[in-house]
């Protein structure tokens, strides 16, 4: 089991950027694709990226071209860098570890706390 920590969140204005981590615990980390997840007051929770063990990024196509998802292994971290923020971007954002055939099937049914974006206009 993968345990996440996430943090980065804020208030920031629209055209602005923001840096998420996901701090994971657990030696095999580094074997699983990992996902960053957002949801908004009333909304479902939707995957928003992945990245896989090797380092692969998939994005949803609401945030390709503005955000960037990344890792470091050796931290066992997975990052998510915010830029060009919109204001339906605003949400609490989350991580887990994902299914490497299908990103929107999670791991683990154990979530953190997320971290709070919102993005004013």
Not at 35 to 42: C, D, L, N
């Amino acid at each position: 089991q993968v345990q996440v920590v996430e943090s980065g969140g804020g208030l920031v204005q629209a055209g602005g950027s923001l840096r998420l981590s996901c701090a994971a615990s657990g030696r095999t980390f580094s074997l699983y694709a990992m996902g960053w997840f957002r949801q908004a007051p009333g909304k479902e929770r939707e995957l928003v990226a992945a990245i896989s063990s090797g380092g692969r990024p998939h994005y949803e196509d609401s945030v390709k071209g503005r955000f960037t998802i990344s890792r470091d292994n050796s931290q066992n971290t997975v990052y998510l860098q915010m830029n060009s923020l919109k204001p339906e971007d605003t949400a609490v954002y989350l991580c887990n570890a994902v299914s490497v055939g299908d990103y929107e099937l999670v791991l683990f049914s154990s979530w953190g706390q997320g971290t709070q974006v919102t993005v004013s206009s």
